[in-house]
């Protein structure tokens, strides 16, 4: 289905790439992630194999040599090499998103294993993005940066093109069409100060209609998504800013260091400091 001239400006105005992490990993004889759910998604591409793949509530499968795993944020899994085995992890931590709090691989048939040559280039951008932010503070100009942001929407294309579109593409982007004069506004104005009744007349629609085609497309309520979005852009500045999180409250426009820290944890089930913690954390020791 084609997209609207609308839609499209509106996808392309908030789509945003972040890379947060990755190398080039030698991993051995039964090594495991752990049960993990990450806050990014995930594309490892390996040398060798087979590494077995654990999702609650799905078939145990695995990726080998030469093939490349594409796991998006939120779900739970676990990583382990076959006994006997070394491999070579080529990995990277990254988040793609639209509309500012949708991850664009919720549209596509993810988890997915990748093969060919598609998943050798992904392996490459991956370690070329590793590279990248691997070079000194002074090395990173403004080219660094410019490389890392377009090899990492290649990247993003490699595994959209590898996969199939979910059943709901269509029906889901027609909501997002009628929805695209509110999903502007909420782009361009401060999230969590739009009253659910201006949201539905941006769309010409009424309270109750909006928001049951609001919650339709996005899985919460018009308010929620106000909430996500603030959060989303909080989450941000903790893993890519040194910033304190009184300067990060103070931005996003929340009374004080401990209202935000509330909300922040009712949200994601984790104070501010933790998350970053945690996050960071759990990137310094990752292998895929």
């Known amino acids: 289905m084609p997209l609207g001239k609308d839609l499209v400006k509106l996808i392309d105005s908030t789509m945003r790439f972040e890379y947060f992490g990755g190398a080039v990993t030698h991993i051995s004889d039964s090594h495991t992630t752990g049960h993990r759910t990450m806050p990014w998604s995930m594309c490892s591409q390996l040398s060798a194999g087979p590494v077995i793949i654990e999702i609650p509530g799905k078939a145990t499968r695995?990726?080998?040599?030469?093939?490349?795993?594409?796991?998006?944020?939120?779900?739970?899994?676990?990583l382990t090499l076959a006994e006997g085995t070394k491999s070579v992890s080529r990995w990277a931590h990254f988040r793609l998103t639209v509309f500012e709090t949708v991850d664009a691989f919720s549209f596509y048939q993810i988890p997915a294993v990748i093969k060919g040559s598609s998943a050798r280039k992904a392996g490459d951008i991956c370690q070329e993005l590793a590279e990248i932010s691997s070079s000194p503070g002074e090395a990173a100009g403004m080219d660094c940066l410019i490389t890392a942001k377009s090899l990492g929407f290649r990247l993003c294309s490699i595994i959209i093109q590898s996969?199939?579109?979910?059943?709901?593409?269509?029906?889901?982007?027609?909501?997002?069409?009628?929805?695209?004069?509110?999903?502007?506004?909420?782009?361009?104005?401060?999230?969590?100060?739009?009253?659910?009744?201006r949201m539905a007349k941006l769309a010409n629609l009424s309270v109750s209609r909006f928001s049951t085609l609001f919650r339709a497309a996005f899985g919460v309520s018009p308010v929620h998504y106000q909430t996500k979005t603030r959060m989303g852009r909080a989450k941000h500045m903790l893993l890519k800013t040194d910033r304190t999180i009184s300067e990060i409250a103070d931005e996003l426009g929340y009374k004080d260091q401990f209202h935000f820290s509330k909300a922040f944890k009712k949200e994601s089930g984790a104070s501010p400091r933790l998350y970053r913690l945690n996050s960071r954390s759990s990137l310094s020791k990752s292998s895929f």
């Open 163 to 197: 996969t199939d579109a979910r059943g709901n593409f269509n029906e889901t982007c027609e909501l997002y069409e009628r929805l695209s004069p509110t999903l502007k506004y909420l782009r361009d104005e401060h999230p969590g100060k739009i009253s659910l009744d």
């Open 62 to 78: 695995t990726f080998g040599h030469g093939e490349a795993l594409v796991i998006p944020e939120g779900v739970p899994h676990r």
